[in-house]
């Protein structure tokens, strides 16, 4: 599986973005995509995933209830609605799959870490200015 995300841009605070994860291989609708987000001089964080049948969703605490994760199948492509965006928002945000079809990388508390994923697209960079 590859994976390019794409969307990402310069936006005032309160603004909203669609960043587009768009793959290439076979069967992705077997598998399971999660976004992450990595500010300079930070960790990279999970944001949000979404399971291969898109039945389930699961956002962190900062961005629920401003962002949403959807999937078109048809495309190949998960994206990210970002709404009321914040100037901690800023980063770059990569899509990443888990290597198995099926499988779920997040864990019981609804948190997902860079380790359970395997298959990683370039970043693309959102800057939200306040």
């Known amino acids: 599986v590859q994976l390019q995300a794409s969307g990402g841009g310069l936006v005032q605070a309160g603004g909203s973005l669609r960043l587009s994860c768009a793959a290439s291989?076979?069967?992705?609708?077997?598998?399971?995509v999660g976004w992450f987000r990595q500010a300079p001089g930070k960790e990279r964080e999970f944001v949000s995933a979404i399971s291969w049948s898109g039945g389930r969703t699961y956002y962190a605490d900062s961005v629920k209830g401003r962002f949403t994760i959807s999937r078109d199948d048809a495309k190949s492509t998960v994206y990210l609605q970002m709404n009321s965006l914040k100037a901690e928002d800023t980063a770059v945000y990569y899509c990443?799959?888990?290597?198995?079809?099926?499988?779920?990388?997040?864990?019981?508390?609804?948190?997902?870490?860079?380790?359970?994923?395997?298959?990683w697209g370039r970043g693309t960079l959102v800057t939200v200015s306040s």
């Open positions: 990443a799959a888990p290597f198995d079809k099926y499988v779920s990388p997040v864990d019981y508390s609804g948190d997902a870490s860079p380790g359970s994923f395997h298959y």
């Open positions: 291989g076979r069967a992705f609708s077997t598998y399971a």
